[in-house]
């Protein structure tokens, strides 16, 4: 293995806006879950491929009507929803002086861009083969492939982490080892396994 591929959200910090980041901040705005969710739907992928601001996501999923706080309170609160998962941020840290790394990972631009900034992941990572530049979203194999071309490496030089089984066996099938992340204990021990010390 000459190479480790990382997931962001679920495996180095929480996720960014996932269903638990929405419902958490639609709460605390006394939005209509069911309402949001609707509109969500419909704006989050072109969000996440890069083809839609932030602001305009908000102005489709949230402000569409008048409301009583303000977009950047909004924005804020979605940031905030991002925690660092300290422990698989430091194996990260660990390996990067061994391997090379990179990002793979579903995220539109601003949040993306914000996270990257907050935690320092410019740091350890190398690139960042993010849907909201690529155009393509996990498990899409066509990603894999465009992050495996763009760092020049063939597959079985390669593994991929992600904490959702289908994205794993989306990477199995262009040739990539992938580790399942549920921790970073479970995390070390796999890599381990695979020679990724």
Request: net charge negative; aromatic share 10%; glycine share 6%.
């Amino acid at each position: 293995i000459r190479a480790v591929f990382w997931d962001i959200g679920g495996v180095l910090l929480t996720n960014g806006w996932d269903r638990e980041q929405r419902a958490d901040v639609l709460s605390r705005f006394g939005l209509d879950l069911t309402e949001f969710t609707e509109r969500h739907k419909l704006a989050a992928p072109e969000l996440e491929l890069g083809r839609m601001t932030l602001d305009e996501y908000l102005s489709q999923t949230v402000f569409h009507a008048p409301r009583d706080f303000t977009r950047e309170d909004f924005r804020a609160a979605m940031e905030a929803e991002s925690r660092p998962h300290d422990d698989a941020l430091a194996l990260a840290r660990d390996l990067s002086g061994r391997y090379r790394m990179y990002a793979l990972n579903n995220e539109g631009h601003d949040l993306n861009e914000c996270r990257i900034r907050t935690y320092a992941l410019h740091e350890f990572l190398l690139a960042f083969f993010s849907s909201c530049y690529l155009g393509v979203m996990k498990p899409n194999p066509a990603i894999y492939r465009l992050g495996l071309n763009l760092a020049s490496l063939r597959p079985e030089e390669t593994v991929m982490i992600d904490d959702r089984a289908q994205n794993a066996e989306a990477a199995r099938s262009v040739g990539m080892h992938a580790v399942r992340y549920e921790n970073a204990a479970q995390l070390r021990e796999e890599l381990a396994a695979l020679g990724v010390k």
